[in-house]
């Protein structure tokens, strides 16, 4: 038995479908970085970061495997806070505000989360459109063990290589 929808049944769904899918540049890759031996998150070069810097709400890392749980935690929005601006030249180091940082450990992955919004979007009449920066990374420590060097990673192949705990 075949099930047929008749063509006006399927020109309604399809607005309904596109309609569930993320807009363009809507989740991006973030930057990592290393400042005075601490990783440093940011956003990339792009013509949007350049002329409207996203306004920052959130930055999280967790540890690959272990759930969601993060190792350090910042959220910039609620009373006693502003959104910051972060433009491409800039960053927001590991352990500066928020919860409490764990410390990194070599050989560990962990994945970075910007959350945020590109304000005064023209596009989108004016409102901030809903943005989202992502990477892996993992730390290496130089020989004294006091600084550590940030690798940026491919997230996919990241995560299909971390065993689930």
Not at 5 to 16: K, R, S, T
Not at 143 to 150: E, F, N, Q, V
Request: proline fraction near 9%; charged fraction near 20%; aromatic fraction near 4%.
């Amino acid at each position: 038995m075949k099930l047929q929808l008749p063509v006006a049944q399927l020109a309604l769904l399809l607005p309904m479908m596109a309609s569930c899918s993320s807009p363009s540049g809507r989740y991006q890759e973030a930057t990592v970085q290393e400042r005075d031996g601490v990783p440093c998150f940011g956003v990339p070069e792009t013509h949007e970061t350049r002329s409207r810097p996203p306004l920052v709400t959130s930055v999280s890392v967790t540890e690959l495997g272990k759930g969601n749980s993060p190792v350090w935690e910042r959220i910039f929005i609620g009373p006693d806070s502003t959104e910051p601006a972060l433009s491409p030249e800039q960053c927001i180091l590991y352990g500066e505000g928020g919860t409490a940082a764990l410390s990194l450990q070599s050989g560990v992955r962990y994945q970075v989360v910007i959350s945020g919004g590109t304000p005064d979007m023209p596009a989108n009449e004016g409102r901030a459109q809903k943005r989202v920066f992502g990477t892996c990374f993992h730390v290496v420590e130089d020989a004294s063990k006091h600084l550590i060097r940030p690798v940026q990673e491919d997230c996919a192949t990241t995560l299909s290589s971390v065993p689930q705990r």
